[in-house]
């Protein structure tokens, strides 16, 4: 193993697909510049499993039950000209339901842009399925979610960024 190998990280994320009544739950970006699933980071010491459910809770106030793995995302900086930062991630995503009240809070602690940190997140909405296709998704894996959203299908998937965004 190369001495570069020694230092070399990459952060573990775990998101939530959460939906209800034929919409989806997204945190907003730059008053609908952009949306992306609720989710983040690893700390030491948490499962999985115990991310998704802090994450989603921190960012929309919903509690959680965590079910089936959906699909991973890589994000490898170098691959992808670092546009979505320079930090190497896999992105663990889960299908979830809402466990109580379905009405989303103000955040907690809001998720913010890796490339412009200054820039916060608006808060969760309840997008409807059938006009996701119109949203501007972070990263454009509309194609994958509308396969997963429109045939149910739990078999899980790995992708790798970046993906084109199609016309």
Not at 50 to 57: A, G, H, Y
Not at 58 to 64: H, K, N, R, S
Not at 81 to 96: A, K, P, Q
Request: aromatic share 8%.
């Amino acid at each position: 193993m190369g001495r570069g190998f020694m230092n070399y990280h990459i952060r573990v994320c775990a998101r939530a697909i959460i939906i209800h009544d034929n919409c989806i739950l997204l945190n907003e970006f730059n008053d609908g510049e952009y949306y992306n699933i609720p989710g983040g980071g690893a700390e030491p010491g948490e499962s999985i499993k115990e991310v998704v459910i802090r994450e989603v809770n921190e960012e929309t106030g919903l509690d959680v039950e965590v079910g089936d793995l959906i699909y991973a995302l890589e994000y490898e900086p170098n691959k992808c000209g670092g546009c979505y930062g320079d930090t190497h991630r896999l992105s663990l995503v889960f299908r979830c339901s809402v466990i109580g009240d379905k009405t989303v809070q103000v955040p907690t602690i809001p998720d913010c842009d890796p490339m412009n940190p200054t820039e916060i997140c608006n808060g969760a909405k309840w997008i409807p399925i059938e006009v996701l296709h119109k949203v501007h998704y972070v990263p454009y894996i509309h194609k994958q979610l509308m396969d997963y959203l429109r045939n149910n299908n739990f078999t899980p998937r790995f992708i790798e960024e970046p993906l084109v965004r199609e016309l």
